[in-house]
Nanobody, 120 residues
Framework: QVQLVESGGGLVQPGGSLRLSCAAS????????MGWYRQAPGKQRELVAK???????NYIDSVKGRFTISRDNLKNTVYLQMNSLKPEDTAVYYC??????????????WGKGTQVTVSS
């Protein structure tokens, strides 16, 4: 069974920074795409950033220039460096691993989420 464990959320003032981490564990052969989604109260979950195993990235427009996604393929870990945070970035951030090739086949997995609150 593959599990994703997020860490690094918390409360930060506007303009501050946070770094989220997500580690995947289990009988994993490879993970093609790892990314971060977020869901604010009353809103739909949206993609924030994602990265392929080859290094290609995709960001939602509202975070371009402020957030940076990176990953360590050997550790099956993805990171999200968030700078210049704004109150509108407040949400629960979820890690996602897509096209995970493991001992049980190919699947998509989600973490339980970590709260990010940007407030003065």
């Amino acid at each position: 069974q593959v599990q994703l464990v997020e860490s690094g959320g918390g409360l930060v003032q506007p303009g501050g920074s946070l770094r989220l981490s997500c580690a995947a564990s289990g009988s994993i052969f490879t993970i093609y795409v790892m990314g971060w989604y977020r869901q604010a109260p009353g809103k739909q979950r949206e993609l924030v950033a994602k990265m392929t195993s080859g290094g290609s990235t995709n960001y939602i427009d509202s975070v371009k220039g402020r957030f940076t996604i990176s990953r360590d393929n050997l550790k099956n870990t993805v990171y999200l460096q968030m700078n210049s945070l704004k109150p509108e970035d407040t949400a629960v951030y979820y890690c996602n691993a897509d096209s995970v090739v493991s001992a049980t086949g190919v699947s998509n997995y989600w973490g339980k989420g970590t709260q990010v609150t940007v407030s003065s």
